[in-house]
């Protein structure tokens, strides 16, 4: 990095961490600190809702993802849409009628404390685990490609995004996210023109695509029934569906979001625009890393896109063969490189023919590069072998021109700071207003819980950096995310789809029922994918179909349960 990309950088992130803690320095009472004051408009919200997702696992883990294996992951947002108008329609009337500051607040006038108490405490759990991992996805790759230390850019993240959450609660979240967005979406559109820009003379963006699409990187849609494919339509659809509507109409970090808005309206606008705006979002970070791919096609790319790989094998008794895997694989490329120039001016048959040709070479490819995993592994069992997350770094620190390093870079802090911010501040809220001020002090002024906030979000904050010190990398980083969520949304689900519409579904046996089910997913999750994972075969099911699992299994189990316990009269409580 040259000084003028590390000026862009800096200032960048202190600039938002500035203008964040300026804007909303002064909270004086709770609405205003977890509330932002409900003067949010429906654009504010819409980007705050994206940018408290898009963190910067979805900048660094997805253009990796579409590298290797395409435009399939874009399946997994088809439930995003449907998920924004079914909340838009039930959730958010029902929390703006209630007036309430977090969404467990509902489940105590729907069932009693003990109900919302669970409920919250498992989304500090889930929530609290992603936290540590947004701060340390950026983290683990900006040290290994940089040579940065790990722990210090850990607490160097976590204490940016700690000054301005502590300082302005939810208003200094919103306003910074909107600041945020603005550099993302700048940063990313030029990495793109970039990456156009620099292939060869006479590839076109339209024929960039259909080399893409001979090497099988443009498959969008998968209508197979396969419950172990991770990314199909139906999935994406009705697992994808149950996720969002978990994260989005039941998660405080998305919550808190739009309960910011002045009216239902703005409310209900702010997330449709999200809905509109994530898939066609998602399609095109996806796109930038298949033209990365393209780009590759042209241009040497390493056998191994984590530098750690490479010097680990270099060091050991295996570099010789390393060093006759590179050979291998650049024989490939140039190989490759023949039959797309082939195929790109070929007739029909000619394509037809050259198209076999690539496949059989992308699959040569993919075995060398595997062949490569398993030497670094040998040399070094603690280097991680999985590259996706570092395909992106790689192409702006060694293609893209001085000073938008800079930028890219902060487009990846960026996002890590918004996301990480949003989730501290609704950490912070859901201890405050569901389990200290419930449970503990239920008498003080407002003051107090404004302090109380603070304090829970610095102490919130320093959890999760203590958590991104201590996490190791897992597969993809974006996948690991969403497996932490489909663990414990469908659950969270069931419960408030019980309390809206099973009215005769009582208080003990939606408890009783969430502990089971809880138990059952994780146990779930462990036999039929974590397990068979780690010894290298194919899982059962999908992660994503936790989602609909977990939902399907506390509704039903509370039904069932439900006549056997009875009811006892219920006995109102102050929310």
């Known amino acids: ?53 898009a963190s910067a696992i979805t900048f660094l883990s997805a253009p990796g993802q579409a590298f290797h294996d395409g435009m399939g992951f874009v399946q997994f947002y088809f439930g995003v849409p449907i998920a924004m108008v079914v909340i838009c329609m039930i959730f958010i009337p029902i929390y703006h009628k209630l007036n309430v500051y977090t969404a467990y607040e509902y489940l105590e006038s729907r069932f009693d404390l003990k109900t919302r108490t669970l409920t919250a405490i498992l989304f500090l759990i889930q929530r609290g ?65 970039i990456i156009i820009s620099y292939l060869p003379d006479g590839i ?46 039941t998660d405080q970090s998305q919550v808190q979001r739009y309960l910011t808005g002045k009216s239902i309206k703005e409310s209900q606008l702010g997330l449709l625009f999200n809905g509109l705006l994530k898939v066609p979002m998602q399609f095109f970070i996806l796109l930038v890393g298949v033209m990365v791919f393209v780009f590759y096609q042209f241009n040497p790319s390493p056998l191994n896109f984590n530098p750690k790989g490479k010097e680990a094998v270099a060091n050991s008794q295996y570099a010789k063969q390393y060093t006759e895997l590179e050979n291998q694989l650049s024989d490939i490329h140039n190989s490759k490189e023949v039959y797309i120039n082939k195929y790109l001016k070929g007739s029909e048959q000619e394509k037809i023919d050259n198209h076999s040709f690539i496949q059989h070479l992308n699959e040569e490819d993919k075995k060398t590069r595997k062949a490569a995993k398993e030497l670094i592994k040998k040399a070094d069992a603690n280097v991680e072998t999985n590259d996706k997350d570092y395909v992106f770094i790689h192409f702006i620190l060694n293609n893209l021109p001085k000073g938008l390093i ?100 009582k208080s003990n046996a939606t408890f009783i029922a969430a502990l089971i089910t809880q138990v059952s997913i994780v146990l779930i999750w462990y036999f039929t994918i974590f397990r068979l994972e780690q010894m290298g075969l194919k899982p059962y099911i999908s992660f994503l179909w936790l989602n609909l699992i977990g939902c399907i299994l506390v509704m039903a189990i509370a039904m069932m349960i439900q006549p056997i316990i009875g009811s006892k009269p219920k006995v109102k409580t102050t929310v």
């Open 204 to 249: 076109t963006f339209s024929k960039a695509l259909d080399i893409a699409g001979a090497s099988g990187k443009m498959e969008v849609l998968d209508f197979s029934f396969d419950l172990d494919n991770r990314y199909t339509f139906w999935s994406g659809i009705i697992g994808g569906t149950f996720l969002a509507l978990s994260y989005f109409g």
């Open 1 to 53: 990095m040259q000084i003028i990309d590390w000026i862009v950088l800096l200032s960048t992130l202190l600039f938002i961490v500035l203008y964040g803690a300026w804007k909303t320095k002064g909270s004086k009472n709770v609405k205003d600190y977890i509330r932002g004051g409900n003067d949010a408009h429906w654009w504010t919200i819409g980007l705050s809702v994206m940018a408290t997702q």
């Open 129 to 193: 685990l992603a936290a540590g991992i947004t701060i340390f996805a950026p983290a683990i790759i900006l040290s290994s490609v940089l040579g940065w230390d790990l722990t210090t850019l850990n607490i160097i993240i976590g204490i940016l995004v700690i000054i301005y959450t502590v300082s302005g609660g939810t208003k200094a979240v919103n306003i910074t996210q909107k600041q945020q967005m603005g550099i993302i979406f700048i940063g990313m559109l030029i990495a793109f023109f």
């Open 406 to 505: 800079g930028l890219l870079l902060a487009v990846i802090l960026s996002a890590a700071m918004s996301s990480t911010a949003s989730e501290l501040n609704a950490l912070a809220s859901t201890t405050v207003i569901d389990l200290y001020k419930r449970n503990v002090k239920k008498e003080k002024s407002e003051q107090h819980y404004v302090s109380a906030s603070k304090l829970f979000t610095l102490t919130w904050g320093i959890l999760a950096i203590i958590v991104a010190c201590f996490a190791n990398l897992f597969d993809n980083l974006i996948q690991l995310v969403n497996i932490i969520g489909s663990i414990f949304y469908g659950n969270v689900l069931g419960i408030f789809l019980l309390a809206f519409f099973i009215k005769f579904v």
